[in-house]
C-alpha cells in the first residue's frame, strides 16, 4: 500500500510540473518536453494503481494500456516536432506566441 | 548465517558502490569536461564491472552470468563510443571557439 | 529497504522534472529529459513492469532523446532565453489541482482488486501463458490494432507536413571516424539478436511484439545515425509496405473470422492468429518509428548553412 502510495503522489507531481512547464514556456520544445512530463505522470498513475503490493502479479491491462500509450507518445512527439520546423520554417521562431505580423527575425 | 558466496557478493557489491562514488565526484569536481569524460567511463566501468563480479557469485544458472557479462560489455562498449564522441565533439567544438576568443570550456 | 528506494526515485523524478522546467538552456532541458525516461524505467522495474522498463528505456530516453536533440540542433537559435515571468500566476494553479489529485488517491479502496483475477481465469483460452500479452493482442486487440493506425498517421502527417512522398533522402553522409563503423558492426547484430529474442519470449514471459519493435527500432536508427547506407537501399515501396503490414494484416485476420459467420476479432486458432499478428506489428512498429525519426529532419542546405553559422 505504501508503494502505491509514493508513486501515485509522485505521479501527480510529475503531470503538475509537467501542465506548469506546458502552460509557462513560450518554446514549442519545451512545451513537447512537458508534454512528455505529464505522460509519465498519467503511465506512472495507471502502472502504479495496478500494482497493489498484497498480491503477487500485478494487473496486465494497465501494463498493456501503457506499453500502447508509450508508443502513441513517441509518434504524436515526433509530430509535434515536425510542426515546429514548419513553424519555424513559416515565422522563423518556434515560439507559441500571439505575434500577429512579426517581421523574420 | 550466511555463506561464502553471499559474503563475497556483498564485499564486491560495495567496492563497485565505491567506484561509482568516485566516479560521481569527479562528475561534479573535476575542472574541464576531459577529466569528467575520465573520470564517468574508467571509474563507472569499474564499479559496473565489480558489481557484476559480485552479482555473479549469487547468480543461480549459466545463463544468468552471460546475460550479466553481456551488460557489463555492452555498457563498456557504448560508454566507451560515447565518449569517444564527445570528446571528439568537445575537441571540434574548442578549435572553433579559439579562432575566436579562446578555450572557455 | 524497498521504501528507501521507492522513496529516492519518487524524489528524483520530481526533482528532476521540475529542474526540466525551470532550467534555462534547451540543451540542458533535453538531456535532464533523458535522465527522467531513465529514472522512470527505473520506476517501472520497482513497479513489477519489466515490458514498460525495456519500452521506457528505449523510447523515452532513447528515441525521444534522438527525435529532440535533432530538433534541437536544427531549430535552436536563441540560446538562454529568460524564464517567463508570470510564475505564481501560473504556479498556485498547478500546485491547487496537484492538492485536489492527490486528495482523490487517499479514496482509493484499500479491497481493490482491479482486472488481474478476470485476465487470468480467461488466460487458458489463449494458449498464451504472458497475461500481458494476452491482453495486448487478444483481449484488447482494438487498442493494439489503433494504436498501428496511429502511428501509420503520424508518419502520414509527418510526410504531409514535409510535402514528401518518400522518407528517403534524408539520408546522413557517412562519418569519416571508425569508431561509429566499430560500434555499429559491434551493436547492431546483437540488437536483432535482442529484438529476435524479445519477440519470441513474448508468448510466456516479458517481452512481445512493442519491446522488439522498439528494440529493432533503435537499432535501425543507430544504422541511420552512422551514414550506414543499407537503409537507403530497401526500395521505398517495400518501405511503405512493411509500414502498413502490422495494421492491413490485423485487419485481414480480424475479418477473416465473419467468413465463418463469427464476430469480428475472434480466432478459432487463438496461438497461431496472435502470433501472426505479433510478428506483423513487430515489423510495422519497427520500420514506423524509423521513419518517424528519420522523417523528421528537414535536411535542405539553408538548414545545415544555418547550424554551420550558429556553431
Known sequence: MTTLLIYAFTSIILFSIGLFGLVSHPNLIRKIVSLNIMGGGAFLFLISLAYHGRSPDIDPVPQAMVLTGIVVTISATAFALCLTRRIREKTGQCLLEHCPDKPET | MMSIYEILSILFCLIGGFFFLAGTLGLIRFPDTYCRLHALTKADNLGLGFIVIGLIFVSGSVPEVIKLSLIWFLALVGSSSACYFIGNHIHLLSKVRENRNGPDI | MGLIFDLIIGLSLAGVAWRIVRVR?????????????????????????????????????????????????????????????????????????????????????????????????????????????????????????????????????????????????????????????????????????????????????????????????????????????SLALLHHVWWKILMISGFVFFLILASSSLLYNQQFMTHPEAKMWILGVEYAATLSIAICLISLVLASPARNQGDQRARKTES
Open chain 3, 25 to 229: 538552456e534547451h540543451f540542458q532541458a533535453i538531456v535532464l529529459f533523458i535522465t527522467f525516461g531513465l529514472l522512470l524505467s527505473l520506476a517501472w522495474t520497482r513497479l513489477k513492469s519489466p515490458d514498460i522498463a525495456i519500452a521506457e528505456a528505449a523510447v523515452g530516453a532513447g528515441l525521444a532523446g534522438v527525435l529532440l536533440m535533432d530538433a534541437l540542433g536544427t531549430l535552436s537559435s536563441t540560446r538562454n532565453q529568460p524564464l517567463p515571468g508570470r510564475f505564481l500566476q501560473l504556479f498556485i494553479p498547478c500546485l491547487f489541482l496537484a492538492g485536489l489529485m492527490a486528495y482523490t488517491i487517499l479514496f482509493i479502496p484499500a479491497d481493490f482488486q482491479g482486472l488481474g483475477p478476470m485476465v487470468s481465469e480467461a488466460l487458458p483460452d489463449t494458449h498464451l501463458e504472458y497475461p500481458v500479452t494476452a491482453v495486448l493482442l487478444d483481449f484488447r486487440g482494438y487498442d493494439t490494432w489503433l494504436e498501428l493506425g496511429v502511428l501509420l498517421v503520424a508518419v502520414l502527417g509527418v510526410l504531409c507536413v514535409r510535402q514528401a512522398g518518400t522518407i528517403k533522402g534524408s539520408m546522413l553522409p557517412a562519418p569519416a571516424e571508425p569508431v561509429g563503423r566499430w560500434i555499429i558492426k559491434l551493436l547492431l547484430p546483437l540488437m536483432v539478436l535482442i529484438g529476435g529474442y524479445l519477440l519470441w519470449l513474448g508468448a510466456f514471459a516479458p517481452g512481445g511484439a512493442f519491446q522488439a519493435g522498439v528494440v529493432l527500432a533503435s537499432g535501425g536508427v543507430m544504422l541511420w545515425q552512422a551514414g550506414h547506407p
